[in-house]
């Protein structure tokens, strides 16, 4: 199969198209042919090495967590999902080496969920990690209906589906974002505050009583912010800076979770969650999507397109 992996660690100048063999598929796996796989920061960040401390590495190392795609064959006692299924998950393992990058990957099932009629390939290969880590982080402070909440960096990747997610629940959303990004957050059902000096005087304009809960995906002054804005530091989590948890907050990690994905899932069929792609570019354009998800300026995600 055709993969973009890194020999040894490194920068996106080291990502290469490879033939690979076919993955080897243990019980309690499927083996799936990728459609289309999400790019994250974590992705170019794995391979530069920077998960060397907590987490094994194989290689030639293929990357990405973010799948979508169709079963094509099943290990043994793995009857959850059926060849010919359409599937999307997030798939990090124990230890990394066979990404979704990838023709083919082998997923446990427990990771994969059925894929949204609602949405496209490349949509859904862009929702799993995003999707998950803004569910996990609302679930962990128990954000949702009547809560005022404070989403920092509302705008991206993450931040656009939480926003979705909590005014799905029926929360009141106070989103951070450039002003070129205002608009697009009214769309989604938020009322947007442009980030920088000043923030907390902004937002105790729209909020003069604070806020009931925060979730920060930017890290840095948004979680200074966000203690002095919150009511309760414990109805604060953050997915980019530990700080949250000496601060009285919470630091989520997000997990693979297939019940999680159906959530998500139903939503976007029920037409309250879309899941919102800036580029798709080949998978031999890898390394281009690593340069332009680094800038950390995308409008929701970047995706690579595997195969038909």
Do not use: C
């Amino acid at each position: 199969m055709k993969a973009m992996a890194v020999p040894e660690y490194g920068g996106p100048e080291r990502l290469a198209l490879m033939e690979l063999p076919e993955p080897k598929v243990a019980p309690g796996e499927v083996l799936v042919r990728v459609r289309a796989a999400g790019v994250n920061p974590v992705d170019w960040k794995m391979a530069a090495g920077g998960l060397d401390p907590i987490m094994v590495s194989h290689f030639p190392l293929i990357p990405g967590w973010d799948v979508a795609g169709v079963v094509e064959r099943n290990g043994l006692d793995s009857t959850e999902f059926a060849p010919g299924d359409e599937v999307f998950g997030y798939i990090r393992k124990d230890s990394a080496e066979h990404g979704g990058y990838a023709e083919q990957v082998a997923v446990a099932v427990r990771m994969l969920a059925r894929k949204p009629r609602a949405l496209s390939w490349e949509q859904a290969a862009g929702l799993p990690l995003a999707g998950l880590t803004a569910l996990q982080s609302a679930d962990r402070v128990g954000a949702g209906e009547g809560d005022t909440v404070l989403v920092h960096a509302a705008a991206g990747g993450v931040g656009s589906l939480a926003t979705q997610l909590l005014v799905a629940r029926g929360a009141r959303v106070i989103g951070t974002a450039s002003p070129a990004n205002h608009d697009f957050l009214r769309e989604l059902g938020a009322e947007p505050v442009a980030y920088g000096p000043g923030l907390a005087d902004r937002v105790r304009q729209l909020a003069p009583d604070g806020v009931d809960a925060a979730l920060d995906y930017i890290g840095g002054e948004a979680l200074d912010v966000s203690v002095e804005l919150l009511r309760s530091p414990e109805r604060l989590a953050s997915v980019t800076d530990h700080r949250a948890a000496a601060l009285g907050g919470h630091y989520v990690w997000v997990r693979p979770d297939g019940a999680g994905l159906s959530t998500l899932a139903a939503l976007a069929d029920e037409g309250r969650l879309s899941v919102f792609v800036e580029k798709v570019l080949p998978l031999r354009e890898a390394a281009e999507a690593w340069r332009l998800n680094s800038e950390g300026h995308t409008r929701g995600k970047l995706v690579l397109s595997v195969g038909d």
